[in-house]
């Protein structure tokens, strides 16, 4: 079964960047879309960010719009989320979905 794992999250203050990665560990990977979400304490689940198989085309949520940028390595089976002018509300645990399968999830602090 394919499984997606992320990586990268961490403290960060605000204005700052962070670069999160989700390996993937079957070469499907290329075929599909890879979706971004993130959830916050006591909040629902948000979508993000989409990128298609090629990486030609991507979608935001108006949220991250302008400040987020999706990406992918198809022969690395990695794909990526820049994050950049963070700001505290950023602050949740982020994940990759590719179909039904979910990534474990990172953790994203911004904070002084």
């Known amino acids: 079964q394919v499984q997606l794992v992320e990586s990268g999250g961490g403290l960060v203050q605000p204005g700052g960047s962070l670069r999160l990665s989700c390996t993937a560990s079957d070469s499907s990977f290329g075929t599909l879309n890879m979706a971004w979400y993130r959830q916050a304490p006591g909040q629902q689940r948000e979508w993000l960010a989409t990128?298609?198989?090629?990486?030609?085309?991507?979608n935001y949520a108006d949220s991250v719009k302008g400040r987020f940028t999706a990406s992918r390595d198809n022969a690395k089976n990695i794909a990526y989320l820049q994050m950049s002018s963070l700001k505290s509300e950023d602050t949740a645990v982020y994940y990759c979905?590719?179909?039904?399968?979910w990534g474990q999830g990172t953790q994203v602090t911004v904070s002084s």
């Open positions: 990128i298609t198989p090629t990486g030609a085309y991507t």
């Open positions: 979905r590719q179909r039904t399968i």
